[in-house]
Nanobody
Framework: QVQLVESGGGLVQPGGSLNLSCVVS????????MAWYRQAPGEQRRELVA???????IYYVDRKGRLTISEDNAKNAVYLQMNEVEVEDTAVYYC?????????WGQGTQVTVSS
């Protein structure tokens, strides 16, 4: 059974930084599609934030250069470094993985940006 466990969320002031982590068990990151999604307050839809495919192909929705997605195969983990956060970044952040055995979501980690 594949499990994704996020951590690293919390309360941060505008302009600050956070590093979200997603540890995967039951599957390997190699040759997998991994992504971070977020669901803002009051929104029903989760939106894509960033993705990484097989550790090489990276995509960011945000074009301001504030985000960095990375993965560590030795730790079987994916990370999202968020810099210069804005109030609009407030959301529950979810880790998503599409593996040969199927797709899985994490339980989410809350990020609140407020002064």
């Amino acid at each position: 059974q594949v499990q994704l466990v996020e951590s690293g969320g919390g309360l941060v002031q505008p302009g600050g930084s956070l590093n979200l982590s997603c540890v995967v068990s039951g599957a390997f990151l190699r040759n997998s599609f991994m992504a971070w999604y977020r669901q803002a307050p009051g929104e029903q839809r989760r939106e894509l934030v960033a993705s990484i495919t097989s550790g090489r192909s990276i995509y960011y929705v945000d074009r301001k250069g504030r985000l960095t997605i990375s993965e560590d195969n030795a730790k079987n983990a994916v990370y999202l470094q968020m810099n210069e956060v804005e109030v609009e970044d407030t959301a529950v952040y979810y880790c998503y993985g599409n593996f040969p055995s199927g797709a899985s979501w994490g339980q989410g980690t809350q990020v609140t940006v407020s002064s």
